[in-house]
């Protein structure tokens, strides 16, 4: 067996297992309380993700520095992320401010709450706090485009239930107009059966993939085995 | 007595009409953390309400001179997480001069309990609602009870949850969403609202 290569297939699904098998919002259930309220259009969603992406990415490539003898004793870590998300929510704020100006009224409190969310907690202590600035980086983003997906299909949905429009282009005309669909109650529920659906693929898809891997590894090393006794035999003669 | 009326009446408004979790879905997150642990949850509950209650007012006062500032939204957090950040060394260097268990318990309770979507979002909702001083303390005192009352209802949900036959895609997290949706739609109706069909 190839260690080298079972660490790589390993490291690659570590890393992309961000988007689904390790989902923040529907395998852990981090970030939930912008995601249920403030996914109610698809201006919202995308405004809350362009936000997320501004403060996380760089919060975690900053924590990835302070490692080993620099290390932060426990009892200020979780200050100290909030105080950096913070930093980063300056920025974030100005940039969705200018892409999306309603939206930023729209969504209200929860923003700003952003800078106190778990994900960046959990990434930190998980991932940034023992790897390369590029390694955290990288799961930083795989995380945060499986935060952006169920919160952009979420917001669709929501959408176009509530006034039959799509990204603000009308899309059906006979719409009923269902406006509780924005209430949180709609959120909960969209976000429970998305995170069903999202178990039940993770179930059906990890032992495809470690099947995938292991057929990979062996053909790998048969292939190499066969190599080295052509050489032995070319050796020989 | 008027006075006493309408501080209780504020504190059950707050924790049923615009409860913290289920009207707004602050703090699910951490909920969904600590509710397994039924000891530790009335802890992290406990001490979120006394940190609720004290940021408010220093909440309320830090925010009076930044009532004109206009490009106040881009500093609130920050400003948030200073203020929590002094009440939280405040109160971690009390607990580490105190000695017992529970100390300690509380010490290693309080990180997460500062730091978190409840207390931030609750102070959040009271800096942009521009609420007086009085209105403050209740919104934050019923906020806290709001958290507990929420985790309460979780807690039991789950526990009775675990005996039941659930279909293995929706056991752990889906199911506890779908039961918090069910719960919130509860309290949508509780309040007197009627979904318009």
Not at chain 1, 72 to 98: D, E, N
Not at chain 1, 208 to 223: H, Q, T
Not at chain 2, 166 to 192: D, E, K, N, Q
């Amino acid at each position: 067996m190839d260690i080298q290569t079972i660490r790589r297939y390993k490291r690659n699904y570590s890393l992309l297992s961000g988007i689904l098998s390790n989902n923040p919002i529907l395998m852990q259930g981090l970030v939930l309380a912008p995601a249920v309220v403030a996914s109610t259009t698809l201006k919202n969603g995308l405004a809350l993700c362009i936000c997320a992406f501004v403060v996380f990415l760089p919060t975690l490539f900053v924590v990835s520095f302070i490692k080993g003898k620099n290390q932060i004793p426990h009892f200020l870590r979780m200050f100290f992320y909030a105080l950096l998300s913070s930093v980063f929510f300056i920025p974030a704020a100005f940039l969705t401010k200018a892409v999306f100006p309603s939206s930023v009224d729209m969504l209200g409190i929860y923003m700003p709450l952003l800078v106190v969310n778990t994900i960046v907690i959990a990434r930190a202590e998980a991932v940034a706090v023992r790897s390369r600035p590029l390694v955290a980086v990288g799961d930083a983003f795989f995380h945060m485009i499986g935060f952006a997906v169920p919160v952009l299909l979420a917001a669709g949905i929501r959408e176009y239930f509530s006034s039959g429009t799509l990204y603000g282009v009308l899309i059906d005309l006979n719409s009923r107009n269902l406006t509780q669909v924005n209430l949180p109650f709609v959120g909960f529920i969209l976000f429970g059966l998305m995170a069903a659906g999202a178990q039940l693929i993770s179930q059906k898809a990890t032992p495809a993939y470690r099947k995938w891997v292991n057929k990979r590894i062996i053909l790998k090393a048969s292939a190499e085995s066969t190599a080295e006794q052509q050489s032995r035999n070319s050796e020989e003669r | 007595m008027t006075y006493i009326g309408q501080f209780f009446m504020g504190i059950i408004t707050a924790m049923l009409v615009e409860n913290v979790l289920f009207t707004r879905a602050l703090g699910v997150s951490p909920l969904l953390l600590v509710v397994n642990k039924s000891k530790n949850f009335f802890l992290f509950g406990g001490i979120i309400t006394v940190i609720t209650t004290v940021s408010s007012v220093l909440t309320w006062a830090a925010f009076q001179p930044l009532k004109r500032f206009g490009y106040r939204y881009l500093f609130e957090p920050l400003i948030l997480v200073l203020l929590l950040g002094a009440l939280y060394f405040a109160a971690y260097y009390f607990l580490s001069r105190a000695k017992g268990e529970r100390a300690v318990l509380i010490k290693n309770a309080l990180p997460y309990s500062v730091f978190n979507c409840a207390v931030v979002g609750s102070m959040l909702l009271l800096v942009h609602n521009r609420m007086s001083l009085l209105s403050s303390v209740v919104f934050g005192i019923g906020s806290g009870l709001g958290f507990l009352l929420a985790g309460f209802f979780v807690n039991e949900g789950q526990r009775r949850m675990q005996q039941a036959d659930v279909p293995a895609a929706f056991r752990g997290l889906p199911i506890t969403l779908l039961y918090i949706g069910i719960l919130s739609l509860a309290f949508y109706g509780l309040t007197g609202r009627i979904l318009a069909v």
